[in-house]
Structures are given as C-alpha cells and as structure tokens.
C-alpha cells in the first residue's frame, strides 16, 4: 500500500474523532457501567482562575477558567417515552475527588447509582447518582440534571458555568441510573477554558515553547545559511541532508506554535495545520535517522556510495515515516483530551520496533567502519615507514 493511501486512510479515520476544547456530542449513547448508563464528557488539566475581577474581559487571555454547558440536550425515541423519567445528570469532579462519586451498603460491591439499601440508610435518594461533598470543597463535585416528563422526547439541560478556583485534573460525565431510558442519545457541547485561553492544561506551555524554538531554529538557520554559501564549493551530500534537517525543523516548530495559538485563541484544533506540523516533523525525524545510518556505514568518510545497500536504506525510511506519521496523526490530529487513547498503544510497537532497529543497524556498522578505519590507519603507517625505510 502507498504512502498516500495509508496517510488518506488515516485521515479519513481521524475526520470522525476531531475534537477540540470546545467538547462536542453528536448523538452520543450511553454505556452501561456497573449500575449506571454513562457517556464520558472530557477529561483535562485545567489552571485555577487567576485572583481580581476575572470577568470584566471578554479576551481569551482574561484569567478566567471555567467549564461552560451550552445547549446540551437528551433525545429519546418516540417508543420509551410514555413515562416520565429518573435524572439525566452531568457530573464535574476534580480526580482528587473521585471517591466522592458512588458508594457501597454495607461494605459490599461499590456502585454508582443509589440502589435501595443506600436510600434506606438515608445515604441518597434512590434512582439518582450518588455523591458526596468534597472534604477540601464542599461545593464539588458539581452535579445536576434534568427529566423526561410523560411523552416528552427532548429534555434540556440548563446552561451554566462551572468557575475553576482549584488547578486540577477535571472530568466529565453524563450519568443516568433509569432502566427504561433506552437509546438516550446526548447533542451540544462543553466549553473548557484556562486563564491564558483554551488549551487544555498539559498543552497550556507548549505554544511558549515552540515558539522559543521556532526562534531558536531562524538562528540556527541563518547561521548555517550563512555559512553554506560561503563554502558552498567545498559542500558534499551529506552537508545538502543536514541542511535539509534544519529547513524541516523550522518548518515543523513554526507549525506548532500556529497549531497552538489557533487552538488557544478558538477552542478548536486546526486539523490542517495539525497534519502539515505532524508530517514535517516526521520527515525530519525519518532523515536525521538515515544520515547517522549512513555516516556509519561509512558514506562520504571511506566509501563514496552505499552500493548494494541504498534499497535497503531507502525501504528502512519509508516505513519508518509512514509507522511514525501514522502513530502521530493518531495522537494528535484532533486530540484534546489529557488521556491518552487506547489506538496509541496499538500504534507504538511498529515505530518503537523500527526505532530499535535503526539504533542496532547504527551501532553495527558503525563499528563496521571503526573496524575498517582502523585498518587503513595502520595501512597508512606500514607505507609511511617503508616509504622512509627506502
């Protein structure tokens, strides 16, 4: 399969999972888990709001972090809605909190909904998702809801923001405990937001950083431009690969910073930009990886061509770039949430396979050429002392 069909796949693939920090449900269904029907929300590292008058700045860089509810909504079909309904309710947790979430009767198996034994013991009110207050917090977890009346199809969740005072790792859940809600599907969508805008928590640093390095590279290039023109009749091949290196560096770091300030400034991950900084950074990856190969195969110090082995190389590269482009699409096109997915770890084992492949195959050739050199030095020394012998 080509290159273009694997990377056209895969894109195709990601076109269904693009998410950004603004959460999206489209249709969504509910799992069973334990006792209780679950659709996950999100799941991100969130900064405290920073201390002042945090709403007097309509700026994505106001200070303010909250978690926004807008236009959530829960359908059922026309065939269960002839009765009215438990809760459907949204649950907001720091994960410090979790033991806050579910609870057990007499020291049996732990659930999450109310059964009848826990109402009894005036612990909660059965049908609902039982909750505690927060020993630190009393006013977390945040936890509300809405029913289906009689024949009602559609029931809305009222709008609301959720103030972040704690940094944090902060999850969502809908949650219902009724039985007979079948086929409930959940539309609209969440909004997350840090004081500086709306990358999630462990993104929040790494637009300052790849934007010092995006500077860090235009020195680098303009120095080593510099210094390739002036010597540019004393270059050979490999110099022409290391300048190759360095463009595709400051293409990828540039990418990034853009790919991170646009995801900060909407809410929304540009997928386009996503996928141009992925691939550039895998080539520079795939061809650093071949000019160390090839340096110790001897290329351009004591052999002028790779010979036999340019087929072999070339086939090493080409799978190398397309099992690691494919891991970070995967991981990153579309990606908000600060949990990794599971596809990762299906991905992993073909670039970390060829990865060691490509450090055994440097390392035995490079003692290859070692070995070689070492011979022609003592060659060199024989014929310097015949040569002055006679």
């Known amino acids: 399969m080509s290159v273009l069909s694997v990377t056209c796949c895969v894109l195709l693939f990601l076109s269904f999972v693009v998410e950004g920090s603004v959460h999206e449900y489209r249709g969504e269904r509910f799992v069973a888990k334990g ?33 926004r509810f807008e236009k959530i909504v829960f359908r059922r079909t026309e065939e269960f809605s002839n009765f009215t309904s438990g809760l459907v309710q949204a649950i907001v947790f720091e994960v410090e909190d979790r033991e806050a979430i579910g609870g057990s009767a007499y020291g049996g198996q732990r659930a999450i909904c109310c059964t ?27 936890v509300f809801g809405v029913s289906f009346n009689a024949y009602e199809l559609v029931a809305t969740l009222p709008s609301r923001s959720i103030q972040v005072t704690k940094t944090g790792m902060y999850n969502l859940y809908f949650m219902h405990c009724d039985p007979n809600l079948k086929d409930v599907v959940i539309e609209g969508k969440t909004i997350w937001k840090n004081p500086t805008g709306y990358l999630p928590g462990r993104m929040a640093p790494l637009m300052n950083f790849y934007g010092f390095m995006s ?41 990034w910073y853009f790919d991170y300030a646009e995801f900060n400034e909407t809410g929304v991950r540009p997928t386009g930009i996503t996928i141009w900084a992925v691939t550039f950074g895998t080539v520079k990856r795939t061809v650093a990886r071949l000019i160390i190969l090839m340096v110790s195969m001897g290329y351009g110090v004591v052999r002028p061509t790779l010979g036999g082995l340019t087929s072999k190389v070339i086939m090493l590269g080409v799978t190398f770039f397309l099992a690691s482009d494919v891991l970070e699409l995967v991981e990153n096109v579309g990606a908000v949430s600060d949990l990794s997915g599971k596809a990762r770890l299906f991905l992993v084992l073909p670039a970390a396979l060829l990865d060691a492949f490509f450090i055994i195959w440097i390392f035995k050739s490079l003692s290859a050429t070692l070995n070689k050199l070492q011979v022609l030095g003592l060659l060199f020394w024989v014929m310097s002392i015949k040569y002055f012998i006679s």
């Not at 991100?44 to 002042?52: L, M, Q, R, W």
């Not at 034994?117 to 505690?132: F, N, P, S, W, Y």
């Open 35 to 67: 006792n209780a029907f679950v659709v996950h929300g999100g799941s991100e590292g969130i900064y405290s709001s920073k201390p002042g008058n945090l709403n007097e700045s309509s700026a994505t860089a106001n200070g303010d972090s909250y978690i």
């Open 215 to 255: 500077f860090a590279f235009v020195i680098l290039g303009l120095f080593w431009f510099y210094q390739y023109a002036r010597f540019w009749r004393d270059v050979f091949p490999l110099l022409n690969c290391i300048t190759l290196v360095i463009t595709l560096g400051m293409f990828e770091m540039a990418l």
């Open 116 to 142: 009848a034994d826990l109402a009894k013991l005036g612990a909660c009110t059965q049908g609902e998702v039982i909750h505690r207050p927060s020993t630190k917090d009393p006013s977390w977890p945040h």
